[in-house]
């Protein structure tokens, strides 16, 4: 069934004006009436979508990880779970962030609470873990946990160096630059001395 237009434009409006009042302001400090009048809708129009200011931050957040997902994920379908088959084409996620990349602006900027960082933190984790579950099942599961930590780090820590750089870099530049660094340890000698 097809959403109405009118209800995607004003969940679109609320959304950039939420985006808008984020960059000066947490989100517990928002309230209804000015995130209305950013968004030029009224209140009773609101309330027909929303029951308050974090059901708008929550309802945009899971958009964004449902999108993030399919990003991620496509490679390995694209490969059919043999990742190893990976080429750096196929990589999508960072232009995921750059369609989105208002909303990552906000989870990244260091005057914003860091529970928004957690919250990516933890969406990134869980889809890590559901993927890596269905293609590595040989790590016990203490040092599973641990590596889907570092995976999750790795990926927050490209964005958030992205973010310092204003996200400048080209997404294809840095779907090469995840490509490489999948590669790395293929780099390192098997024995020490091997380097010339």
């Known amino acids: 069934m097809k959403t109405d237009l009118r209800i995607l434009k004003t969940q679109e409006s609320l959304r950039n004006a939420l985006l808008e009042l984020l960059k000066n302001k947490p989100l517990e400090s928002i309230n209804i009436t000015e995130l209305c009048r950013l968004a030029k809708i009224n209140r009773g129009t609101f309330y027909l979508h929303y029951q308050n200011v974090h059901g708008v931050f929550e309802s945009y957040f899971e958009e964004i990880i449902d999108d993030l997902r399919k990003s991620y994920e496509e490679p390995y379908h694209q490969t059919n779970f043999n990742i190893q088959n990976l080429k750096s084409d196929m990589i999508i996620i960072f232009h995921h962030v750059k369609r989105y990349e208002g909303f990552y602006h906000i989870i990244f900027d260091e005057t914003n609470p860091i529970r928004y960082y957690y919250k990516l933190f933890h969406a990134i984790r869980k889809m890590m873990k559901d993927l890596t579950m269905n293609s590595i099942d040989y790590l016990p ?39 490489n660094f999948s590669n790395l340890l293929k780099w390192f000698p098997d024995q020490q001395g091997d380097v010339e």
């Open 141 to 179: 599961e203490e040092q599973m946990e641990y590596f889907v930590s570092y995976q999750t780090n790795a990926i927050m820590g490209i964005l958030v160096e992205w973010h310092s750089n204003q996200f400048s870099t080209s997404p294809d530049e840095l779907n090469e630059y995840l490509y």
